[in-house]
């Protein structure tokens, strides 16, 4: 542990949490064009507070929310790290779930509760003040860039072209990312893999409005019966996913990674979530299935009367939001194309049957031999005084991808939540030990030469 | 046609619109609680319409909405006709697929378009604008009582009560219910059967709160895709519902009535619906399908994230609306017993599944050889002059059963509106001719004997 640091951290506590506070209450989400005001609010307060600790700074506009960027270099022939985070947050709804104003932080039992307290906000702002904290006790051994992008939750859809775009600007020998979980404070951990995802939408058309279905009943296909059918089809008994070739270019993890590299104790899930009985592909245990094995889910499913009271129709319309989750080596745009004709061969000719691909990444995974994340897990151990333990998380980070294909550098994960902080579920939160501790973190590896 | 009927509802045809209109302006969604100031008005203002025309009235309070009842006593000697009908509407929602606002009347191509045109707020106006032709031409041969009820649209739930507490109020030898619909002007048609009801909701819930489904995918069942897979599972390929013992008790239909009794070109109603195919019950032809076999529908289903853009995530809850159509003789509480054991037979032990039974009632069927029957028919050749044919009709009038059972009178429909006026559905709308002809047509029954 270094003194200095952490003497530094502890003192500038409450105006730490402060500042954060004043972060959270911008409702920044990036998927509702009513908060398009607050995105560019919550881009300028990131700005200003890295100008406040001395970077210069920039914002760029995009075709969607805009990237904050922000450097310090303090000498030509030191390495330079490119930090990554975002400003956006999920959608909040149903709001009715939360135990006060989503964008109202607030403290209990040591959380800090707030729709985005982990993701991201609290953790981007933890990499913010662990700048802070080396520039202000002059250890800072890095040249330092940060961006800061406000379309994470909507898949980073302009993040590439900047990236692209910026090539010489953001050139760097490491890129860290804190914007996920470990296990727990007390027992560290390092991602060292996550999933890819593919993100879709079915829309079924059946009658051209809504009927009346005592008269049209039994003659008419009822598009939510439709959807239901299809749905049932895209896994069997066993949650093996149905889509054509969909395993063919899974890589199977060796057995002694599948024993080391799963993270989470089966019974306190169970107790956490409140369910009796948890699922898994058959042949992985569920924790194997949640981290290391391709998914599928449906996210969203609407159609018809959903109000108070009945309403005895066939709906018109039935819809449905489905993504993926890939694991290394799956070609997310193949799986696209097979994922369409799949849904285009089981649907109806009573119907109209719509398949929308919204976006897609590759999945991620470092080499354990990496000396940057080597390096950095030393310090994590000397920060959380425990040995870390690599993990494979189900998550997906498409960012990860884009730096490391575009910059060509290693990309090593920092994560300073929690496995139960419910980020994008109501009452999100952010341990304050979790804040403090990631700040000491960053700040110690950014204090030293790697 | 008697041409002083003919006379007085033409030279009344603007009075009678413009008072129609009131009526369609009141939002009396009996539905939705929202709406229940509008339930008062509405059954105040059809009280006054009662009255205005020289009937005793009364509004009867129920622990739901109120019920009117009004009576005219020509003669005790004189035989007495029960009318029913209901003043409260469906919900309007989808409100942006209507052209203009639900509850502004407007008049084009001679068809009236406003929620409850013709269901039932049109009918039961006609009902009560032939009594006051009758009356205004002392050609009324039999004593009147009316009930106008507020909560046929959620199933009747309080005037099964009302009729039995009112037994002798509304003892009568005939009831005659206006609210559904012949086939055309041009081939005039009498319903003799329409199917009964079972309206049921399930609810899958899973885990505690909304989950990132990058974390928990995999290990945590998804109530969506338990929702979807459970209602795969209520119908097979050949649209035969799966529910154990559901057709026990379904009496088939001699080959004769079948080939007499399905009134719909199906060519029309894929052209009109604009879909490219219609589905039917093996062994049976879509129109029998609609009219004369029992159906399962889901009217609605909902969960997860339905908003703009994306939100990965698990959902806690999935809920369904379905209801089914029932033929004479299957009991709706038994298979309403069925229905629930075989969800909880399918239901995976990894969620919690709940059944809610909302209501049933059996269906309706009336003999041809029935002497009222046959009068009413033989007018409906005078006024639409053509002879009408017999039909079943898909939609379900739990009404008919309680006055059947409860009053032992006849109860026959004389049905004014059309097979596509599209009622529950947005644009609702009701022909001024089959208004104006349904005055007439009633006018014509009560004022010859029987």
Same mark, same amino acid.
């Given at each position: 542990m270094d003194i200095k640091i952490n003497d530094y951290i502890y003192n500038q506590k409450d105006k730490f949490l402060k500042e954060l506070f004043e972060l959270l209450?911008?409702?920044?989400?990036?998927?509702?064009?009513? %908060?398009n005001d607050d995105m560019h609010k919550a881009a300028t307060w990131v700005c200003s507070s890295l100008k406040d600790i001395g970077l210069e700074t920039r914002i760029f506009s995009t075709p969607g929310h805009p990237i904050v960027y922000g450097e310090k270099i303090i000498d030509k022939n030191a390495k330079t790290i490119l930090f990554y985070g975002h400003y956006d947050v999920q959608?909040?709804?149903?709001?009715?779930?939360?135990?006060?104003?989503?964008?109202?932080p607030y403290i209990e039992n040591h959380y800090i509760y707030a729709r985005g307290a982990s993701d991201d906000k609290g953790q981007v702002f933890a990499v913010i003040k662990a700048l802070e904290t080396a520039m202000a006790l002059k250890t800072l051994k890095f040249n330092i860039k940060i961006v800061i992008e406000g379309e994470e939750e909507v898949g980073s859809i302009n993040l590439g072209d900047f990236v692209k775009e910026n090539k010489e600007l953001l050139k760097a020998d490491l890129c860290i990312v804190s914007d996920g979980s470990l296990t727990s404070i007390d027992s560290p951990t390092m991602c060292v893999g996550t999933r890819g995802l593919l993100a879709s939408e079915i829309k079924v058309t059946g009658p051209n409005k809504d009927l009346h279905s005592g008269i049209y009943g039994g003659a008419v296909d009822n598009p939510l019966q439709v959807i239901s059918n299809m749905i049932s089809m895209l896994k069997d008994k066993d949650q093996?996913?149905?889509?054509? %070739?969909?395993?063919?270019d899974v890589i199977e993890l060796p057995d002694s990674n599948r024993k080391s590299l799963y993270w989470n104790d089966e019974s306190k899930i169970k107790q956490y979530l409140e369910i009796s009985e948890l699922i898994n592909e058959k042949g992985y245990t569920p924790s194997e299935s949640m981290a290391i094995r391709p998914t599928l889910e449906i996210n969203g499913l609407w159609g018809g009367y959903t109000g108070e009271g009945g309403k005895t129709i066939i709906p018109s319309i039935a819809q449905a939001k489905i993504t993926m989750r890939l694991v290394h080596n799956q070609n997310w745009e193949e799986i696209a194309k097979n994922f369409k004709s799949y849904i285009t061969n089981i649907a109806p000719n009573t119907v109209d049957v719509e398949v929308i691909i919204h976006d897609g990444a590759r999945a991620y995974s470092l080499s354990l031999d990496n000396e940057y994340y080597k390096a950095i897990k030393e310090k994590m151990k000397q920060v959380y005084q425990k040995e870390p333990q690599p993990t494979f998380t189900g998550?997906?980070?498409?960012v990860l991808i884009t730096f490391e294909e575009i910059l060509g550098t290693s990309v090593i994960l920092m994560d300073l939540g929690s496995?139960?902080?419910?980020i994008h579920s109501p009452n999100e939160k952010f341990g304050v030990k979790y804040f403090l501790k990631g700040i000491e973190w960053i700040s110690s590896v950014i204090s030293s030469k790697m």
């Open positions: 209450k911008i409702p920044s989400v990036s998927a509702q064009s009513t %908060h959608p909040a709804e149903p709001f009715n779930l939360w135990k006060k104003d989503p964008f109202e093996r996913i149905q889509i054509p %070739h969909f395993y063919d998550g997906s980070i498409p496995n139960i902080d419910d």
